[in-house]
């Protein structure tokens, strides 16, 4: 079962804490050899969701949007970027070069088309830019790719 993921980026702490326990519990959902994370493994839920689903003994497939996609990510999180990257079983590659919203949006679309079943950790708002959470659930849904929302109540980014 591949279950990919979309989600917020620059959550608070507090809303770091409680997402990371609702996506503990989904991948509990779910028999360990048998579970592939489909991740941008971008800081935020997507690392998060691909750390949660290896140390449960499952795999990760890792979509790079862009040649220069690590580049433009936080300088902080490029080591665990790295470690999920030489994790992952397979590698994905849109092809693109430039890391903006349209490669962001077509690497979404690449882990779509890879996915079962599509997490995503969004409020429920449109998407701030193209290429945003609300633009990858869209797309999914579009595509016949179910979506399963996770946020936790009453939060707010």
Same mark, same amino acid.
């Given at each position: 079962?591949?279950?990919?993921?979309?989600?917020?980026?620059?959550?608070?702490?507090?809303?770091?804490?409680?997402?990371?326990?609702?996506?503990?519990?989904? +991948?509990? *959902?779910?028999?360990?050899?048998?579970?592939?994370?489909?991740?941008? =493994?971008?800081?935020?839920?997507?690392?998060?969701?691909?750390?949660? &689903?290896?140390?449960?003994?499952?795999?990760?497939?890792?979509? =790079? @949007?862009?040649? *220069?996609?690590? *580049?433009?990510?936080? *300088?902080?999180?490029? @080591?665990?970027?790295?470690?999920?990257?030489?994790?992952? =079983?397979? &590698?994905?590659?849109?092809?693109?070069?430039?890391?903006?919203?349209?490669?962001?949006?077509?690497?979404?679309?690449?882990? +779509?088309?890879?996915?079962?079943?599509?997490?995503? &950790?969004?409020?429920?708002? @449109?998407?701030?830019?193209?290429?945003?959470?609300?633009?990858? &659930?869209?797309?999914?849904?579009?595509?016949?790719?179910?979506?399963?929302?996770?946020? @936790?109540?009453?939060?707010?980014?």
């Amino acid at each position: 079962m591949r279950v990919g993921i979309t989600g917020h980026r620059g959550l608070n702490a507090e809303v770091e804490t409680q997402v990371k326990a609702l996506l503990e519990q989904a +991948v509990r *959902e779910f028999p360990a050899g048998e579970l592939v994370a489909v991740s941008c =493994i971008a800081d935020g839920p997507d690392a998060w969701w691909a750390e949660t &689903v290896l140390a449960h003994g499952g795999r990760l497939e890792a979509v =790079i @949007p862009a040649q *220069e996609y690590r *580049e433009n990510l936080p *300088e902080a999180h490029w @080591p665990l970027y790295d470690r999920l990257h030489a994790a992952a =079983i397979e &590698v994905h590659h849109t092809g693109m070069t430039a890391s903006d919203s349209a490669a962001h949006m077509a690497g979404s679309e690449v882990l +779509v088309g890879l996915s079962d079943l599509l997490l995503a &950790v969004w409020d429920g708002k @449109p998407a701030r830019g193209y290429g945003g959470t609300a633009d990858v &659930v869209a797309y999914a849904e579009r595509t016949g790719v179910p979506v399963r929302v996770l946020w @936790p109540a009453g939060a707010t980014r």
